[in-house]
């Protein structure tokens, strides 16, 4: 057997080091959050959305109230507390009509039925010097009987607001009308600014001259004062103020201010008296000395509960009469110089005054007594 030797082994193959990469354009290093679990990174993330979604609802929360406390949001009406801006007073009108009431005239007002027209051998009651009464449901004649009597007569009309029932009622459009008034069914407020309503209260007002009225007082122009859901604004009722000027300067009628304080100093010029109702309730009598101070009447109502029984039936003082009497006739709760009278809600013929004395003026279908 012969001998093979082995085949020699294959010379070892010399290695190179593999070529450096290119340096990245980014730096490679580990963070602290590179560092984190997964489950660590998931809570921090979730911690930190919660914190941003928190702060969101904030800042949306805080304007919310703010557009709220500033009365920016059309027909909120804000809770009375907000004042507007001080706006320069208007110009008076150019003339001023023939009659114009005096600080501390007596009157009556009487909105619920026309009134029974005094006659030359009936009693007038009361006898006072001014009467209020409804422009719509007053006929001419009884307007004339009482001039007869050298009273004056104010023909009341809703100005700021659509009431059912009325004969122009259905000359208003939907969307010439906002929300309902409280308390009042039926009845909503309008948009002082539309064409529409104006054309209506311009007829108004000609019909209140049609009749005989020496002035027309014109209720429910504070809408922006409350939730009419219509852009109303302090603006909105010295402008439509200022257009119903306009209309009874020529006709020879006094304008008067159904209560709307805010905007006393604004329209005082055009304006010969005020209605106000209920300010001893509301404590802001003394906004409405300005129209004293400018010697102008204030036709001051308050609505005390159970008045009539508290006056005892209309004989006099009851046994509450005399609280009844201090606290709305008071003059430490800003009354000085007002004319004021004590009726019952529903405006009947029932009237009582400073001076303790009850009057009740004879309606059609009941006196109200």
């Not at 990469?21 to 979730?46: F, G, I």
């Not at 009108?93 to 029974?116: E, R, Y």
């Not at 600014?193 to 104006?198: F, L, M, T």
């Amino acid at each position: 057997m012969s001998y093979t030797p082995p085949a020699p082994s294959p010379p070892p193959k010399t290695s190179f080091p593999p070529p450096p990469s290119p340096p990245s354009p980014w730096p490679r290093h580990q963070n602290r959050w590179t560092r984190l679990p997964r489950r660590k990174k998931l809570y921090l993330l979730a911690a930190a959305l919660t914190a941003l979604l928190a702060l969101a609802l904030g800042l949306g929360l805080g304007l919310s109230i703010g557009r709220r406390h500033h009365g920016s949001d059309p027909g909120d009406g804000g809770d009375g507390d907000d004042k507007p801006p001080l706006q320069p007073p208007l110009p008076p009108p150019s003339s001023q009509p023939p009659w114009t009431p005096h600080v501390g005239d007596s009157w009556q007002i009487v909105l619920l039925n026309p009134i029974v027209p005094p006659s030359n051998t009936s009693k007038l009651t009361p006898d006072v010097d001014v009467y209020d009464l409804d422009l719509f449901t007053t006929p001419a004649s009884t307007i004339s009987s009482l001039h007869a009597r050298g009273k004056k007569v104010l023909c009341y009309f809703s100005g700021g607001s659509y009431e059912p029932g009325r004969p122009d009622s259905g000359e208003f459009r939907e969307e010439d009308m906002g929300r309902e008034l409280e308390g009042w069914p039926g009845e909503r407020w309008l948009d002082l600014g539309s064409e529409n309503v104006r054309r209506i209260m311009r007829e108004r007002v000609e019909l209140a001259g049609e009749k005989g009225c020496d002035g027309v007082d014109v209720d429910n122009v504070d809408g922006y004062d409350n939730n009419s859901l219509l852009p109303l604004t302090p603006t909105s009722s010295i402008s439509f103020l200022s257009y119903l000027s306009s209309l009874t300067t020529p006709l020879n009628l006094t304008l008067g201010l159904k209560n709307a304080a805010s905007i006393i100093p604004t329209v005082l010029p055009i304006i010969h008296f005020s209605v106000n109702e209920q300010c001893v309730d509301e404590h802001e009598c003394d906004l409405f000395q300005q129209f004293v101070e400018a010697g102008k009447p204030v036709f001051h109502i308050e609505y005390p509960k159970d008045v009539e029984s508290k006056m005892n039936g209309g004989k006099g003082k009851g046994e509450d009469g005399g609280a009844v009497l201090e606290k709305y006739c008071g003059e430490r709760n800003g009354v000085k110089g007002f004319s004021t009278v004590l009726k019952r809600m529903d405006l009947d013929g029932w009237v009582g005054y400073c001076d303790g004395k009850v009057e009740v003026t004879g309606m059609e279908g009941g006196s109200g007594s």
